[in-house]
């Protein structure tokens, strides 16, 4: 019997086993940093399970069932690779939803193949040399094909077992709210298992009605009559240009090296006009596009997916449709294809009279994954000045992209002259990017100041989402950083955005230390042109008159997350172990419990609240649901 057990462990079945749980390990100290004995055993009994049932599905062909067991090989394989890059970059747990973003991948392939760490490959390496020895050596066919399959009985014992621990694991832990705890607990395959079952079951219909009163007390803030509400209407008429640059943060402005500002033009718009240097992402897995969802619409990004592909077929308000009614033209300038991230989608939801994509722009000047910053300014400026003269005040939505990761600039748009230290860095490249994106930048504000259409204008510039992932960095980035911001560089800083309005005649010189959002933008923006949203549902609040805030965090950080006046909250199984990191303008956060425990409570039903809304809007006309925009459209 001995001799039995001692063959069957060089067995295909016993080698895929062993291998496959080497893979899960590395997968588990790459994804969690911890390496726990009884997670990794719970990974084996998911692999076991699956194992089995290939054993027991085909019994009659040794060929047959080396083929499934390499190609279960395979699979896991994937999910422990995917896992890890996805990692890498969002900082979640990858779940079967992302294969919904898999057309987008191509459209950002630099991101992904700079992302891929090569030593995480080899985790396809025993899949490659079994499919090359395979045909090729006659000693290692014959042995993988010498092997009965497992005894019936015991092989259906065994699966029984190893289903029902995989059952009591899922089920014990459907508690745990943060996701990354719940994949750890469960194990990695059985969560993927656990999310698709999540998914079958019907869900609570039971209706919410969602009131902007009921938001206002989740949010913990009173309505303020116009007439006290400070620059209400200030900037009423006025063309509003909203600039939305690529992966900016905050550290940036006023940032110098050797004496050299990274960012002067953003930094000197900042002196001079009012500053919100306290602002943070809340993107999800749309990036961008999910940036351009919240701006304009004051709403919550949904529960997965990007909002542009979860929500384009539904009527959205929001910003253009509030100045649409007001008689202004509203258009979008982006340089990519429309169709990337669904934006052919995400604008007419929106209500944009006009979009410009590829079509519009050309291919000329290639940064990044389109025309360059410098092109799409140039060309947005003319068409600006175009539909001024035609009567209408504007609103523009203006979309930057040099700046993107992987931050591979030309050589003739490099200005920025690094120190040695930080040339070939990830680091070193995001600045090199963030000083062409702000001299393109300039030109544009230099335009609209040498035709007349600055003193018009209520100008917004933002930074659409980080631009350095912290869980892509190396040790040396590490240190750059540190060097570069006088402290570790930790999700505070990476979720810092700035933010800056300019409005010639009426800003000045003014910082304002409040905590906002993406979802703040649009109530300020609508503030300062006299718009009240004090019966519209929105989820943001006007920044300029209210210093208080609460922001749910859905993506890139756990469930359950949120950011206050001082910390960002994050769940560790639920509330009681959850941890917190200081804002970057905070040293020591208050630490009271109960009043965390009221805000973790109120930013979950503000979530709920903002996917109720959501479904409960009115679905876009068959024929505008199925229209794809591309160039310029009426």
């Known amino acids: 019997m001995d001799t039995g057990w001692k063959r069957w462990l060089l067995s295909p079945t016993a080698l895929v086993g062993a291998l496959l749980a080497i893979k899960l390990g590395i997968a588990q100290l790459a994804i969690f940093r911890d390496f726990s004995a009884p997670h990794l055993a719970i990974e084996l009994l998911s692999v076991v399970a699956i194992l089995m ?71 396809f390496a025993d899949i490659l040399l079994a499919a090359v020895l395979y045909p090729a050596n006659r000693r290692f066919r014959e042995h993988m094909l010498s092997y009965a399959p497992v005894n019936r009985h015991t092989a259906m014992s065994v699966l029984g077992v190893a289903l029902l621990a995989c059952y009591a694991s899922i089920i014990s832990n459907l508690h745990i709210i943060n996701e990354a705890k719940k994949a750890q607990k469960m194990g990695l395959i059985n969560y993927e298992v656990y999310e698709v079952l999540a998914r079958l079951m019907p869900e609570d219909d039971k209706p919410i009605r969602v009131t902007p009163e009921e938001i206002r007390r989740l949010k913990g803030i009173e309505p303020i009559p116009a007439e006290e509400r400070l620059y209400f209407g200030a900037g009423e008429g006025r063309n509003v240009i909203v600039i939305q640059l690529e992966s900016i943060q905050r550290f940036l402005v006023d940032l110098k090296i050797d004496g050299r500002e990274v960012m002067p033009n953003l930094s000197r718009l900042a002196k001079e006009h009012f500053y919100f240097p306290n602002i943070y992402q809340q993107i999800g897995q749309g990036n961008t596009s999910d940036s351009e969802y919240l701006v304009n619409t004051s709403l919550y990004i949904p529960p997965d997916g990007a909002a542009s592909q979860k929500y384009g077929n539904r009527e959205l308000p929001g910003l253009p449709r509030l100045l649409k009614d007001r008689g202004y033209v509203t258009m979008t300038f982006h340089t990519n294809d429309i169709v990337f991230w669904h934006r052919n989608l995400l604008y007419p939801a929106l209500g944009f009279d006009r979009a410009y994509d590829v079509q519009f722009f050309g291919e000329t000047d290639l940064v990044a994954f389109g025309a360059s910053d410098e092109v799409l300014y140039e060309k947005t400026l003319p068409e600006l000045l175009e539909r001024e003269r035609e009567g209408h005040p504007v609103y523009a939505m203006v979309i930057s992209m040099s700046s993107h990761h992987p931050y591979f600039l030309p050589e003739k748009k490099a200005f920025l002259d690094l120190p040695e230290r930080y040339r070939g860095t990830l680091v070193g490249r995001y600045l090199a990017a963030a000083h062409y994106a702000d001299y393109a930048l300039g030109q544009f504000l230099e335009g609209l100041k040498e035709n007349g259409l600055w003193e018009r204008s209520l100008v917004v510039v933002y930074g659409d989402h980080f631009g350095l992932p912290i869980n892509s960095l190396d040790r040396e980035d590490f240190e750059v950083l540190r060097e570069l911001t ?69 993506y890139y950080l756990p469930s359950g997350s949120f950011i206050n006046d001082e910390l960002i909250f994050i769940p560790g199984e639920g509330f009681d172990d959850g941890t917190h990191i200081p804002l970057v303008h905070v040293s020591n956060p208050l630490r009271n419990r109960s009043q965390l425990r009221d805000q973790f409570d109120r930013a979950l039903k503000l979530l709920d609240y903002g996917d109720e809304y959501v479904k409960s809007l009115p679905e876009r006309g068959e024929s505008s649901k199925q229209s794809s925009w591309g160039g310029m459209r009426d």
Not at 73 to 99: E, S
């Open 53 to 123: 049932i290939v054993e027991l599905a085909v019994r009659r062909s040794a060929a047959r069932r080396f083929f499934w067991l390499l190609f279960a090989d395979f699979l896991i394989t994937v999910v422990c690779f995917a896992a890890i890059m996805y990692h890498k970059y969002y900082g979640v747990i990858v779940t079967y939803r992302a294969l919904a973003q898999v057309g987008q991948v191509m459209h950002v392939r630099a991101s992904v193949i700079n992302l891929t760490d090569p030593f995480y490959l080899l985790l």
């Open 486 to 554: 006088g402290r570790e560089y930790d999700q505070a800083q990476m979720f810092n955005i700035p933010l800056v309005i300019a409005m010639p005649g009426v800003t000045e010189g003014k910082v304002f230390p409040q905590v906002g959002g993406h979802v703040d933008v649009m109530p300020t923006i609508c503030n300062l042109l006299g718009i009240g949203l004090d019966d519209v549902v929105h989820f943001g609040q006007d920044l300029i008159n209210h210093d208080r805030n609460l922001l749910p965090i859905r």
